[in-house]
């Protein structure tokens, strides 16, 4: 069978494709540039751009299930084509979505639903990998400026997201059903960065900056506004599914979820 991985050059992406590869499935990879997408050779790599749906013609002909995220574009602004999305899908008699959501569920959740086609929601609140975003400041000054040092998240592994939706996929009993999807700790950053400094072996400094600074920060970034908001409220006065960790993973993957302290020894050299 043939499943279709939206995003897939992404840092999730990428493990879904791993994961559908592992179990002997084929994948059709979606990438806006496929001559960069840097994708297994056995991957079918086609291009073309979720905002966009007539660049999507012919993309989901063939698909048992589709691996779906919910923003595009550089600003990762909500996509607004669910609805051409889900038609497309469904004429082309794809069976089951998993759509991956980015922290509420939205206009794509609500197209998918409304089309009839089976699917599930994988909620994971963070992704481990965006903590390589302090590489650059741990590397030159030792430590990080951050909002919000104390406030807990379940960060999941990416690996884990990739894995929990190749599981997913490859299903077949799709009835909506969401799965918030976290690692097995609920950490804040300031706990975060220390055991990145035990695997790294240096004491690393947090400097804790105000919402204001870190909303400049990600305006600065290129980051939509809603994204912005979304990341100000998220970091500030989370939901209980951001820090309430949940046994999905394994439930899902059969393997127990992949702790933090791994994450930081596995990517230890991106930090020193
Ligand atoms: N990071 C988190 O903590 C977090 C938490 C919850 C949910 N999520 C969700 O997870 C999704 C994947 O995150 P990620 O970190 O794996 O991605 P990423 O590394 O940031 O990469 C973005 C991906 O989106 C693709 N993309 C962007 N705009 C596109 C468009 N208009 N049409 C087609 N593809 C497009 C890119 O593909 P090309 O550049 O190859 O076209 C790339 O594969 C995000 O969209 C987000 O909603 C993330």
Excluded: C
């Excluded at 400026?145 to 104390?150: A, N, Q, R, T």
């Excluded at 929990?164 to 706990?191: C, F, N």
């Amino acid at each position: 069978m043939t499943y279709l991985v939206t995003a897939a050059t992404g840092r999730a992406g990428r493990h879904v494709v791993a994961e559908l590869l592992r179990k002997g499935e084929k994948v059709r990879a979606l990438t806006r540039d496929p001559a960069s997408a840097n994708l297994p050779p056995e991957v079918e790599v086609v291009g073309g751009d979720l905002t966009d749906p007539a660049s999507l013609a012919g993309a989901f002909d063939g698909v048992t299930g589709v691996h779906l995220v919910v923003q595009g574009g550089d600003g990762y602004a909500t996509l607004r084509t669910g609805p051409d999305i889900a038609v497309l899908a469904k004429r082309a008699g794809v069976q089951r979505v998993v759509v991956l959501w980015n922290g509420d569920p939205g206009p794509v959740e609500e197209a998918i639903a409304a089309s009839g086609l089976p699917w599930s929601s994988l909620q994971p609140p963070d992704f481990m990998v965006n903590t390589l975003s302090w590489a650059a400041s741990i590397k030159a000054t030792g430590g990080i400026s951050e909002p919000f040092g104390d406030v807990l998240s379940a960060a999941v592994h990416e690996a884990d997201v990739g894995a929990a939706s190749a599981a997913l996929l490859v299903r077949e009993d799709h009835s909506g059903q969401a799965y918030p999807l976290t690692g097995p700790e609920a950490l804040s950053p300031r706990r975060k960065l220390a055991i990145l400094g035990e695997a790294i072996g240096r004491d690393l400094v947090f400097t804790e900056l105000t919402e204001n600074q870190a909303r400049e920060r990600w305006q600065r970034a290129g980051h939509a506004p809603d994204l912005v908001d979304l990341l100000a409220s998220w970091a500030k006065n989370p939901p209980a599914s951001a820090y309430t960790v949940t046994g999905n993973v394994e439930r899902l993957t059969g393997r127990p979820a992949r702790d933090f302290a791994s994450w930081a020894a596995e990517y230890a050299s991106s930090f020193r």
